[in-house]
C-alpha cells in the first residue's frame, strides 16, 4: 500500500504562485510515476504534471511553460510549483501515483482557488 498526503492549497490572486507538495510512505519502491491532477466543477478530471522514476517529465498544456514539478528522494516528497497562476486554475487538485503494475494511489484533495 501507499500512502499520499498533500499539503498546500488555498486562495491566491491572479497572477500569483502557488506550492503544492505530496509526501509518499509505504510501499514507495513500487511507484513508478508520481504527480498532480484537478478537477474543476462540472468537468473531468485532468493531469496537470507527473515526474517518473527517471526524472523525465510531462505537463498538460494549459500549464507548460509556467508550471515545474521536482522531486526530494531523501524526503519522498514531489513538489508542484506553479506560476502566473489564473483562474482557470481554480480546482480540487490530487496527488496521483502510479505503480509498476499501473495501479493508482490518490491524495484526499486540496482546493486551489484562483481569484481575479
Known amino acids: 500500500q501507499v500512502q499520499l498526503v498533500e499539503s498546500g492549497g488555498g486562495l491566491v490572486q491572479a497572477g500569483e504562485s502557488l506550492r503544492l507538495s505530496c509526501a509518499a510512505s509505504?510501499?514507495?519502491?513500487?511507484?513508478?510515476?508520481i504527480g498532480w491532477y484537478r478537477q474543476a466543477p462540472g468537468k473531468a478530471r485532468e493531469l496537470v504534471a507527473n515526474i517518473n522514476n527517471n526524472g523525465i517529465t510531462r505537463y498538460a498544456s494549459a500549464v507548460k511553460g509556467r508550471s515545474i514539478i521536482s522531486r526530494d528522494n531523501a524526503k519522498n516528497t514531489v513538489l508542484l510549483e506553479m506560476n502566473s497562476l489564473k483562474p482557470e486554475d481554480t480546482a480540487v487538485y490530487y496527488c496521483?501515483?502510479?505503480?509498476?503494475?499501473?495501479?493508482?494511489?490518490w491524495g484526499q484533495g486540496a482546493q486551489v482557488t484562483v481569484s481575479s
Open positions: 509505504g510501499n514507495i519502491f513500487t511507484l513508478y510515476v
Open positions: 496521483n501515483g502510479q505503480t509498476w503494475e499501473l495501479r493508482n494511489y
